[in-house]
């Protein structure tokens, strides 16, 4: 089974920097990906994590722990564009290898 | 195709009513997912299609739901005697080989918005 918690809602300013924390719990883990998803539209690839560490992309920025079941995303120099739901979605199976998403996080940029 | 084409785009359908949705994913790409998603809600997993093998049909919620992949590339999502419940967007997926250690990216479709009146 899994169990995947993220922050139900965050805010922040313009310019600003914000991390998006991602815990979970999966059988048979193959890697976690985050999603970005605007209103009324379907989700958009932003990231890929399988060994542990940081990957930088960008203003995107993803780390992932393996030994403790936890993720970020670090979004830097935020746009107003950036308001958004962001989805973290581990790899879970032995056999067959399934995404299952969180409940994400919905970001609010203000000016 | 450029990219995963779902239709229709809207339906609105009588409680009670069967529908189909159809999806036609990414040229080339052997794995498919459908997920539903309520207003506000987050994405539920509900079917994964991959290459010829048996699908994985855990996340179907009743056994009114059911879903097909012909020939290895078109998918079929068939609701049978909606309920208003089943109001949500279904949105497909496409990946190249399945997601894992190789890092296959999985690309949505536009995403069905059913409504049972």
């Known amino acids: 089974g899994q169990n995947i918690d993220q922050p139900t809602e965050m805010t922040a300013t313009e310019g600003a920097i914000v991390q998006i924390n991602c815990t979970y719990q999966?059988?048979?883990?193959?890697?976690l990906f985050w999603y970005q998803q605007h209103a009324g539209e379907a989700p958009t690839f932003l990231s890929y994590?399988?060994?542990?560490g940081l990957e930088e992309k960008g203003r995107f920025s993803s780390f992932l722990s393996r030994s403790k079941g936890y993720s970020y995303l670090l979004l830097k120099e935020l746009q107003m564009k950036d308001s958004a739901s962001y989805l973290c979605?581990?790899?879970?199976?032995?056999?067959?290898?399934?995404?299952?998403f969180g409940t994400g996080t919905r970001l609010l940029v203000s000016p | 195709g450029a990219g995963v084409s779902q239709s229709p785009s809207n339906k609105v359908t009588e409680k009670g009513k069967d529908v189909e949705l159809r999806c036609d994913p990414i040229s080339g790409h052997t794995a498919l997912y459908w997920y539903r998603q309520s207003l506000g809600q987050g994405l539920e997993f509900l079917i994964y299609f991959q290459g010829n093998s048996a699908p994985d049909k855990s996340g179907l919620p009743s056994d009114r739901f059911s879903a097909e992949r012909t020939g290895g590339s078109v998918s079929t999502l068939t609701i049978q005697r909606t309920q208003q419940e089943d109001s949500a967007v279904y949105l497909c997926?496409?990946?190249?080989?399945?997601?894992?250690?190789?890092?296959?990216?999985?690309?949505f479709g536009e995403g069905s918005w059913l409504t049972v009146v």
């Open positions: 994590n399988v060994l542990d």
């Open positions: 999966t059988s048979g883990f193959n890697g």
């Open positions: 979605a581990p790899c879970q199976g032995t056999g067959f290898q399934k995404l299952v």
């Open positions: 997926a496409s990946s190249l080989r399945g997601t894992g250690l190789s890092g296959n990216t999985i690309y």
